[in-house]
């Protein structure tokens, strides 16, 4: 059993500062299990609950675990310069609780990207010494050859790393598209290896993380959701 006054576990849930929520309370706009509560002092268990604010239900979460299929020109910022932040897309309290980006993709990058406000978290999946395999999907300028699925196979050298970057696995979607795994998240990563290859990276989406897709989360394109435990275990390599 996990106590919180109702005022703090509305700030934890990014519903405001404690002067805001407690204003909330005693307006009578929090109801839990039907009942309004008004005293901001209330010591409330904060396992299983679910609170009502505004007319709306929400469950609490110590920590908010997020997958969302990003759209392109969306900038993985919390203070973006030329397009709109990923924040922009979720609700207004993941803001204030400091949700963030678990890595980045480039704006005009689409799919598959983590977010939460659990550092440990967000550690651990940008751990490179995880080696958590991504799937992209990549569209490109030049028709797909036998040598570039080869030459991505066994390993292309980029400017700035001492040994050439092989893809995991590599296959050909269609005459323009390829379909390529990689562990190591480097910097533009993909568009990178295939400029190195000899082609160039037109569209770019990313679809899975370990185990875990974006067609089996049923996410359409600005759509996200929570995942819970079962589904962040999918997350580490198989």
Not at 177 to 196: D, F, S, T
Request: aromatic share 6%; with cysteine; hydrophobic share 40%.
């Amino acid at each position: 059993m996990s106590l919180l006054s109702l005022d703090r576990i509305l700030q934890s849930q990014g519903f405001g500062t404690r002067k805001y929520c407690r204003g909330l309370i005693e307006d009578g706009e929090v109801a839990i299990a039907g009942e309004v509560v008004t005293d901001y002092k209330s010591a409330i268990d904060t396992e299983g609950l679910v609170f009502t604010l505004f007319d709306e239900e929400w469950t609490y979460h110590e920590h908010v675990y997020i997958a969302l299929n990003k759209p392109a020109n969306i900038e993985c910022s919390r203070k973006p310069s030329h397009h709109p932040g990923v924040l922009s897309i979720l609700p207004e309290q993941f803001t204030w609780r400091e949700v963030q980006p678990v890595g980045r993709l480039d704006h005009d990058t689409t799919g598959f990207l983590l977010m939460s406000d659990d550092g440990a978290f967000i550690h651990a999946q940008s751990s490179p010494k995880r080696h958590v395999p991504k799937l992209y999907v990549a569209t490109t300028q030049e028709e797909v050859s036998d040598e570039l699925i080869a030459l991505l196979l066994g390993g292309v050298q980029l400017h700035d790393e001492p040994t050439p970057l092989a893809a995991l696995s590599c296959r050909r979607l269609g005459s323009h598209q390829i379909e390529i795994v990689l562990e190591q998240g480097k910097y533009h990563q993909v568009k990178r290896m295939l400029a190195a290859a000899g082609n160039h990276c037109c569209a770019l989406e990313r679809t899975a993380i370990g185990s875990l897709t974006l067609v089996g989360l049923g996410l359409e394109e600005g759509e996200w959701c929570y995942l819970d435990a079962a589904q962040r275990a999918l997350l580490a390599p198989a």
